[in-house]
């Protein structure tokens, strides 16, 4: 083995991945419209053109790092579709979108942009992550989340659970001082699944007054 | 009179209530950052060094901006924290700034922004309008609330409904379509206010498993 392959070996994330990380964290921060290619090539330490032998254009960059979030997320809350739950599996399902988001907040900012100020592939992020939420309400078993009745606010609720989990990464410089606590600490992520745990359980426990 | 106060008595907002208005919705729909001084130009139908005229820099005019609209919001959720409150007080008080964000979504957006992307009077912001919930937190009349028992979480409840009333409008264009309704729609807000009375409700009454 030689130094090349051997540094190669050590190193082992390709410049793509280079040029996907930089630009995540860009459009994350500022938006798709304020970000440019100089912007990314300057975060990865390359020149602009070489960025071109990668990705077509800042679309195609933005469309590989919205597909990379998409794919690195398991999407728990996305597979409720298909059948009944129990509150169980619906809480476990909470907490590991709570989880994830945590662990890597890009996904809910690109999201929050894009609904601030647009963007190409919005149409898209819709279909894959939005849809399939609505598209066939789970089943509760044992019928419907007495707190709704026959309401029709099913939907309601899980946009508002969706909004809850994902604002809390999205607006979480906002409270870090207010709470005296890092967000993205563990501690506070204790706290925060303990407090979404507790309101879908009040959600679907509550018999109403 | 004469013509011309005529004229003025009917068009009666001033050039600078038109910046404000303009920069409100730019700053709303692209963030700080984004938004030149020559966009806001624009959209008033004046010529940049006319802006001048009224506000000094870009700066002092998100600064006037943010006040305008610190200003139209009654803030009721920012009156809590004095004494003790009953359960009816408090819906009333999620009532009026739901309906507040619902009838202006650019607070919220402009919010939103700064929580993502930075800029000027951010700190200002949180002053004004985060502190005062968590500095003080209101005693629910007759004790704690039985949900959150002596967790101390009651400020993380406040976060949740204050991140869950702002989502609303700053996630609404992910929405529209799923749910078949405008979220700015009359309809729509009337299932908003529904769901999250419904889940206050819950939170104050549900007494745990």
Do not use: C
Not at 34 to 63: C, M, Q, W
């Amino acid at each position: 083995m030689t130094i090349a392959n051997l540094s190669t070996s050590v190193s082992t994330q390709t410049t793509s991945e280079k040029i996907l990380d930089a630009a995540e964290g860009l459009f994350a921060g500022s938006g798709y419209a304020a970000t440019s290619l100089a912007d990314v090539a300057d975060v990865v330490g390359i020149r602009t053109p070489s960025l071109y032998n990668h990705f077509r254009n800042k679309e195609a960059l933005y469309g590989a790092v919205l597909d990379r979030l998409i794919d690195s997320f398991s999407a728990p809350l996305y597979e409720l579709g298909q059948t009944e739950v129990t509150l169980e599996q619906v809480m476990g399902q909470l907490e590991s979108v709570v989880r994830q988001h945590h662990a890597n907040p890009n996904l809910a900012r690109l999201l929050q942009h894009a609904a601030l100020s647009g963007g190409p592939h919005t149409d898209e992020l819709i279909d894959r992550l939005f849809r399939p939420m609505f598209s066939s309400p789970s089943k509760l078993e044992g019928g419907n989340i007495p707190m709704l009745g026959d309401s029709g606010l099913q939907p309601w609720a899980v946009m508002a659970f969706n909004n809850l989990v994902m604002s809390y990464v999205t607006m979480a410089p906002m409270y870090s001082d207010v709470l005296g606590l890092d967000p993205f600490s563990e501690e506070a992520l204790e706290n925060q699944l303990t407090l979404v745990k507790s309101l879908l359980q009040a959600v679907f426990e509550y018999k109403g007054a």
